[in-house]
């Protein structure tokens, strides 16, 4: 599957953003499908995480009850709804998709496929 990220830009802190990342080439449903983000000089980490069928979510617990994930599998698209923006949650945001019968969510190395990633800047 192709991944294509968009919806980034500047915003100030205490604003929102929803980010969209679309598939194609294959049968989207089949991937459990997650955010993961990288800041300036420290390592990729996991945001949220939406099932296959978007039953299920998990977040990382400095965005909970901020961000929001949810797939529309008939769009081939899963978004990140963001409000009340940090300075901190300033990076690159990358969707990743995972057809992996046993993965850890969390664990970029178990996404097989990677959006291309879109810049959030959160201003203070």
């Known amino acids: 599957v192709q991944l294509q990220a968009c919806g980034g830009g500047l915003v100030q802190a205490g604003g929102s953003l929803r980010l969209s990342c679309a598939g194609s080439?294959?049968?989207?449903?089949?991937?459990?499908m997650a955010w993961f983000r990288q800041a300036p000089g420290k390592e990729r980490e996991f945001v949220a995480v939406v099932w296959r069928t978007a039953g299920i979510t998990f977040y990382r617990d400095s965005v909970k009850d901020r961000f929001t994930i949810s797939r529309d599998n008939a769009e081939n698209t899963v978004y990140l709804q963001m409000t009340r923006l940090k300075p901190e949650d300033t990076a690159v945001y990358y969707c990743?998709?995972?057809?992996?019968?046993?993965?850890?969510?969390?664990?970029?190395?178990?996404?097989?496929?990677w959006g291309q990633g879109t810049l959030v800047t959160v201003s203070s």
């Open positions: 990743a998709a995972t057809a992996r019968q046993y993965y850890n969510h969390a664990h970029s190395a178990d996404y097989n496929y």
């Open positions: 080439g294959d049968t989207f449903s089949r991937y459990v």
